[in-house]
Structure formats: structure tokens, C-alpha cells
């Protein structure tokens, strides 16, 4: 039996929290969940209580919980070689059987992959292969990276200045210097009257043209996005975005780096963004769903075209300079490479496209006729409900009031874990993709109580 109270006094007197209120948790007034064990889609603390995880996690365990067959290629891969390092030419059977599948299966026209450990270092790395491949082709200059408002790249020091949120930056120092930021593609909150999402894209594509102008096309080396932008605020692209963008980056020859940190490996309904709104990457970035979490691995994925400019340098610049300790760690691929089993198996991007129809068509039944709910959107097993005070002036809730974390903390009494959104008053689902319909009912309909509650509380304090 776990002893609560042991271990919630050792982790308050020393474990150093993200996003956590830190003197609230120091003194006591908020308390440590212990995770304890999970199974498909549920979760279950020290205390014996479930919940329902309608995020996976952070948007990463597509797979579920509990899995065992992974559990036991991380077993087998430990007990054979914990560990060796893959600098020098070293490798494993299991590095070299992701490498290869990777490359075949990621969009655009893919090389080689560079391993790192989380998102934001996979991100950081993409920005140095950014900068040593201008370098090589003798353009120094072209270095700047656009991001877009309200993306999320990590929160390293070059990831977390190309990440588009305010927060993330204040009292740290960033975002460094040559990151440039262009629009958020959120046609609900940034389309004109009377404008068509066919317009607003192309708005959004002049904005970034004129951009890349007036820094000169010669600084700018290369635009990141998410193919649908997650942390901030789960939007899918509005109709005829990703086309028009690319249009852009070709005419300047900029880079595109798609984060695929969020979509890749089925998350949208396809395998990656990319495929879904036919992006043709030079940089793909994925994470969490490449081993479902259940080790960190994530991946810089590089084109033939950036390849072979590196290649190329080698006997002026010597060997490629950039590399981790843990870079390619076996277990981290052999994880990868049964949780792709899986992927693939299950055709969970397949799954994902027909339970991602059903769960929007639930949402929209439970809150589409809410007088606080301005928009319900998603795409494959990502969605959000926004919440607004005003729905025909789209006007937002006075941020004091919390609508978006009240909801969520009203789930989460209910035992579903549905998150709210950083940005904004919007309740974000990101499930397993292997939730099935009946658990979609249930975790939509604990979602509706807890929505419910929260609007009573505001009719009751005249704020509705
Ligand atoms: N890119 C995207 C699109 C993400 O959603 C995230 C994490 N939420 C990251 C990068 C950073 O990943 P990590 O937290 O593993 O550093």
C-alpha cells in the first residue's frame, strides 16, 4: 500500500513542478495527484480513484495505457544493450529499423533522422540544421526563423522563442533574437465580417509575404507550424491555408518545418498533418506519439534536399557537430518501433479519422446550442470547445473569472481529465486513440455535467 502522505511531503519539499503555482503547492493549499497505474484510456491514483484520460496524457498516448507488448520491447532491448551511443557511425538493429521506417513513412522527401529526447530539443535542433544549412550554401545571412502566434514549439531556449505564447517567455529572457512572428490561422476569432476562409488563408499568406519582405528574403531561412496548432488553442487551418503558405515559402525559398510534434502518427486522422493538408516539409519534427510516451524520444526528420548540402560539406567542415548522449538510445527505439507496430496494426490513423467524426459529432450535439459556447472544432482525435460570454459579439469571459479551468476542475470532480487550454477559456480533449465510441459517450457526457455546472455558477453570479 502506498504511503500518501510520505510521499506527497517529499515531492512538495523537492520536486520543482511545471506550471505549478509553486507557493500554493509549498504550503500546502494544493495537493499532489499519485499516479499509480493506467489501462486504455483510464488512469488511476494512490487513492484508487480513475479517471478518464481525455488528453492522453499531454496529447501523447495514443496507444493507451498499459501496453504491455511495449513494456516488453523496452525489457528485451534493457536486458540485451541498456545503452550504447550512436556518434561515430555506432548503432543499434533497433535504431536502424526506425530510421528507416521513419524516413519511408514521413511526409515530404525524407533523408535521415537526428534523435533527442523531448519536442523541444528536436525543435532546437532543427533551427541549427536551419542555420548550418544556409551557412553552407553560403548564405549566412539567411537565418531568421517566423513562427506563428500561438504555436507551440517547446520551451527551450530557441523552441521556446519560436513557441508564440507570452508566457512561456516572460521574466526568462525570450524569445532570443532573430525569431519573427506572423498570424495565428484561427478564422473564428480572426476573420473579417462577410470574409471566406479561402480569403482569411490568403490574407494570412499576403501578411507572411509582406513579412518576409520587409526583413528581406535574404535573412529569412525558414517558417515552423504546426500542421493543425495544438497548445494553442487546438485550430485546425481554415480552407486553402496550407497551400497558400507554401506558395509563399517557395517564391522566398524559405523552409518549412512541420512540428508534427502534436499530429504525427495519426492524431488528425491521417499519419501526419502534412499528409492531411498536403504539406511538403523540408524539416519534420515528431515526439510524443512516436513512442506513445512511453519513453522520451522525439525526432528531427531531414530532407534529401538539406541532406545533401550537408553531405556535400563534409570535406571543408568536417564531421556534423551536434549530438546528445542519448541520441538514438535503443530503448528509446525499440519503444518506437513497437509502438509503430501498433500504429500500424490498428490502423489507429484510420481509427483516429472515424472516432475523431464521431466525437466531433457528439461535442457539437452536447454544446453546439450553449449560450456559452462560441465554437466547437477539431479534426481527427483533437478537438476544443471555446467558451465566450457573448456569443454573437464572439466577446471573451473576464479572465479573472476562470471559465476554462473551472470547467476542467469540474470535469476532473467528475474524473475526467480534460484540459484547459493555457490561451483563452477553451476545454481541449486529445484522447487515446483507441477510446472507444461508449467511452466517447462517457467522457462527453461527464464533459456536458461539468460545462453545466460552471454556466449555473456564472447565470448565478450575473456573469452569463
Ligand atoms: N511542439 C509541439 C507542437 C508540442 O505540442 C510540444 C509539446 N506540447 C512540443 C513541441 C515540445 O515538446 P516537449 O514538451 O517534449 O519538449
Not at 550554401?137 to 537565418?143: A, D, E, Q
Not at 470547445?385 to 473551472?406: N, S
Not at 486513440?433 to 460545462?451: G, P
Amino acid at each position: 500500500m502506498t504511503n500518501i502522505a510520505e510521499i506527497a511531503e517529499m515531492d512538495r519539499r523537492t520536486v520543482l513542478h511545471p506550471f505549478t503555482y509553486l507557493k500554493d503547492y509549498a504550503t500546502g493549499d494544493a495537493d499532489p495527484t499519485i499516479m499509480e497505474t493506467g489501462k486504455g484510456v483510464r488512469i488511476q491514483d494512490a487513492t484508487g480513484r480513475e479517471y478518464i484520460d481525455g488528453f492522453a496524457g499531454l496529447y501523447c498516448v495514443n496507444i493507451g495505457y498499459g501496453r504491455t507488448e511495449v513494456a516488453e520491447a523496452i525489457a528485451r532491448q534493457a536486458y540485451k544493450l541498456a545503452y550504447y551511443h550512436s556518434y561515430a557511425a555506432h548503432t543499434t538493429e533497433e535504431l536502424a529499423r526506425l530510421s528507416d521506417r521513419l524516413v519511408k513513412m514521413a511526409p515530404g522527401n525524407m533523408s535521415k533522422v537526428f534523435y533527442g529526447l523531448s519536442g523541444s530539443d528536436a525543435n532546437e535542433t532543427q533551427a541549427k540544421i536551419v542555420w548550418y544549412y544556409n551557412n553552407l550554401r553560403g548564405k549566412p545571412l539567411k537565418k531568421k526563423i517566423i513562427s506563428r502566434e500561438r504555436g507551440y514549439h517547446g520551451c527551450s531556449v530557441v523552441a521556446g522563442s519560436m513557441t508564440g505564447l507570452s508566457f512561456y517567455h516572460e521574466h526568462m529572457d525570450l524569445p532570443v533574437s532573430g525569431i519573427l512572428r506572423t498570424g495565428v490561422p484561427h478564422f473564428y476569432r480572426g476573420a473579417h465580417p462577410g470574409e471566406t476562409e479561402e480569403a482569411f488563408s490568403q490574407r494570412r499568406a499576403d501578411e507572411l509575404e509582406a513579412l518576409i519582405i520587409a526583413e528581406g528574403p535574404d535573412t529569412v531561412g525558414a517558417f515552423i507550424a504546426e500542421p493543425v496548432l495544438g497548445t494553442g488553442g487546438i485550430t485546425p487551418p481554415p480552407d486553402g491555408y496550407w497551400p497558400k503558405i507554401q506558395a509563399v515559402l517557395q517564391k522566398y525559398d524559405v523552409l518549412l518545418i512541420a512540428d508534427e510534434v502534436i499530429c504525427g502518427f495519426g492524431r488528425t486522422g491521417a499519419m501526419f498533418g502534412s499528409h492531411l493538408y498536403g504539406m511538403e516539409p523540408d524539416l519534420v519534427t515528431v515526439a510524443k506519439g512516436l513512442t506513445s510516451a512511453y519513453v522520451p524520444l522525439s525526432a528531427s526528420i531531414v530532407s534529401q534536399k538539406i541532406y545533401d548540402v550537408m553531405e556535400e560539406a563534409t570535406p571543408r567542415v568536417g564531421s556534423f557537430s551536434h549530438g546528445y548522449t542519448y541520441s538514438g538510445h535503443p530503448i528509446g527505439a525499440a519503444a518506437a518501433n513497437a509502438v509503430l507496430d501498433i500504429v500500424e496494426r490498428e490502423d489507429l490513423a484510420g481509427q483516429s479519422a472515424k472516432k475523431g467524426a464521431y466525437l466531433m459529432m457528439r461535442l457539437k450535439a452536447a454544446f453546439e446550442q450553449n449560450p456559452i459556447v462560441g465554437e466547437v472544432r477539431g479534426v481527427g482525435m483533437l478537438a476544443a470547445v471555446e467558451f465566450v460570454a457573448d456569443r454573437g459579439k464572439k466577446a471573451a469571459f473576464d479572465p479573472a473569472l476562470k471559465v476554462g479551468a473551472r470547467i476542467s476542475q469540474a470535469a476532473r470532480n467528475r474524473n475526467l481529465i480534460a484540459r484547459a487550454m493555457p490561451h483563452g477559456d477553451i476545454l481541449g480533449f486529445a484522447p487515446p486513440l483507441i477510446m472507444t465510441e461508449a467511452e466517447i459517450d462517457e467522457m462527453v457526457s461527464i464533459a456536458k455535467a461539468a460545462v453545466d455546472e460552471v454556466f449555473k455558477e456564472l447565470d448565478s453570479q450575473d456573469a452569463v
